[in-house]
């Protein structure tokens, strides 16, 4: 029937509230390809957030159709893994069993998959530690790992660097780079990091608010492994820029508190 | 605070960087593990306060200038202590009270945990049956105590019912109030894994409420230590709370030290159970630990 991995279309959702509601997203159209890498940037409740969770069927109230791999999304499942800004472990866990989660560990084929992704995130060692004894970078490392154990269709991420240091972020930006290179898992990625989006993405979905419409799409077609330092990159980098400065005008505009 | 722990400290955080940088993890992590150990004097400053009151409490006493039947003399009621342990009788009376208010506490905690589950993981049953339990509740034992020998009779049963009656609140509204607190972060995140509804409640929402229920049971156990007594002073031929009623009706005032020095003794044994259990469950808490 159709190519694409993903496909939303005519995706609107309003939250109603006493004395009127939101648009949080209005006439969304967007298709993903089966390992691709979309970053989809915007200002503050633009409806990112929204958009990702309605596409992981945390949120089935929306008008339009969201189809992955042709079937209707009908609710959460593994074949959509989702990475919240926080690593949300189970802290009573340890790392092995908060990556296996409802998976035995006793399983042969598990454990396996579970200490080879362990060695993808880098994580050797750390096996039986607990939540509470890992930095942030390594907790969403596990919640990472966790995600891809499923062999999710799809991994969803909501800004899940948001909480790191530069350092750290940029670090996690190369791992998560290197695992979609040897998993080729199709990768949704919020945030609100221009650079990031743009080292990270083949295509930058960029996002307007009030409501929250696309406003453009900006194909990254430089060569993996990137150099932010690059003329290249920094020319695309102010691309993105210059449309984001301009939705952020209007935005500013439209609710009145202009300069 | 305490000089024999700060020097093991330091010994321990010298020997650190060599376990680091031979680059084993679990070495690492394991010197994050050591639990403080209760040393010596640990003990004697706990102790202090106590030793210092008894003494001044046994020479005030001991030297007659206080009347040894409105307060016995330390040194008295361990001897108390002494004769009742040689007869046996200390044991013996100690044990009933055990009993029952193990009996008691298994259950009233018992049911207080079913009705908890019950009334936490379903709305319908919360609007069934919260409202007549929190009437209940707000009964003191002691006014229901005489109901429960009438109905029950002078024997065990009516002193185990009188010490369910009062474990079963504590457990109760602690098990409703930790499946109700589970995290709905927590929560998400196991529909997105696609827990089913049995995996939601035993991989989520029980470790969620492990904290709440044990503080449900040692609050329930409390309950059960001190229904113990009023259901011995009511009536009973046996147990501690015989032991103070006696004591009293004789004039005998040091019986009911022993008798007050039993209950405090073996009520904190049983709270120290509890805890020990749980640091064993819940040593993945990141809390402050003082
Ligand atoms: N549960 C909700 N109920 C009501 N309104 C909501 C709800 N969730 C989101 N909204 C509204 O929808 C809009 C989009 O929110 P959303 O969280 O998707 O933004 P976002 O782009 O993720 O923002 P941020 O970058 O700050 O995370 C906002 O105006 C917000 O107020
Ligand atoms: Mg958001």
């Known amino acids: ?259 | 605070m305490n000089k024999v722990i700060e020097v093991k400290a330091r010994t321990e955080a010298t020997a650190a960087p060599d376990a680091e940088s031979a680059g084993t993890p679990a070495v690492v992590r394991k010197k994050r593990h050591v639990r403080r150990r209760i040393g010596p004097l640990d003990i004697a400053l706990g102790a202090l306060i106590p030793v210092v009151g008894i003494a001044i409490w046994q020479f005030y006493s001991g030297s007659g200038r206080v009347d040894s039947f409105f307060l016995p003399s330390p040194l008295l009621i361990a001897s108390t202590v002494a004769d009742l342990g040689a007869t046996g009788e200390l044991f013996t009376h100690t044990g009933i009270s055990l009993q029952r208010v193990l009996l008691g506490f298994l259950l009233g905690g018992g049911l207080g945990l079913i009705a908890g589950l019950l009334v936490g993981f379903s709305k319908r049953g919360e609007e069934l049956f919260d409202p007549m339990l929190q009437l209940l509740r707000m009964t003191p034992n002691l006014a229901v105590a005489p109901l429960f020998i009438l109905w029950f009779g002078f024997g065990e049963l009516s002193k185990v019912v009188i010490i369910a009656n009062g474990a079963f609140f504590p457990m109760y509204v602690n098990a409703v109030l930790g499946i109700r607190s589970v995290d709905n972060r927590l929560y998400e995140v196991s529909k997105v894994l696609a827990y089913s509804r049995f995996d939601t409640i035993r991989r989520l929402i029980l470790p969620s409420s492990v904290p709440q229920l044990l503080l449900g049971v040692r609050l329930s156990l409390a309950v059960s230590w001190l229904s113990v007594v009023v259901a011995e002073l009511i009536n009973s031929t046996s147990g501690i709370g015989y032991l103070i009623y006696y004591g009293q009706y004789n004039s005998r005032t040091e019986l009911i030290f022993v008798g007050i020095l039993i209950f405090a003794v073996a009520g904190k044994g049983i709270d120290s159970l509890v805890r020990l259990l749980e640091r064993r469950l819940l040593g993945w808490r990141d809390t402050y630990k003082g």
């Open chain 1, 1 to 259: 029937m159709t190519t694409h991995l993903l496909e939303i279309e005519n995706l609107s959702k309003r939250f109603e509230r006493q004395g009127g509601g939101v648009q949080a997203l209005q006439n969304i159209r967007l298709q993903a390809e089966e390992g691709e890498f979309l970053t989809v940037i915007g200002p503050s409740g633009c409806g990112k957030s929204t958009l990702l969770r309605i596409v992981a069927g945390l949120d089935a109230d929306y008008e339009g159709e969201v189809r992955l791999a042709g079937g209707r999304i009908a609710g959460p499942g593994i074949d959509k893994g989702f990475i919240f800004q926080e690593p949300r472990l189970f802290p009573w866990l340890t790392v092995e069993k908060n990556i296996a989660a409802d998976l035995s560990l006793r399983d042969k084929a598990t454990r396996r998959r579970v200490s080879e992704l362990i060695e993808l995130v880098k994580l050797n060692g750390f096996e039986k530690a607990y939540p509470r004894e890992l930095s942030g970078g390594m907790a969403q490392r596990v919640a990472i790992a966790r995600a891809l154990l499923r062999n999710p269709r799809v991994l969803l991420l909501d800004e899940p660097f948001g909480a790191l240091d530069a350092f750290t972020r940029a670090h996690m930006q190369e791992a998560l780079l290197d695992i979609w290179q040897t998993n080729r898992t199709t990768m949704i990625f919020v945030t609100h990091d221009i650079d990031e989006a743009v080292f990270l993405a083949n295509r930058v979905v960029i996002l307007k608010p009030r409501p929250g419409e696309i406003s453009s799409i900006v194909p990254v077609t430089l060569p993996y492994p990137r150099k932010k330092t690059t003329p290249v990159f920094q020319d695309l980098r102010l691309r993105v820029l210059s449309e984001f400065e301009k939705i952020e005008e209007v935005a500013w505009g439209e609710s009145g508190a202009g300069i």
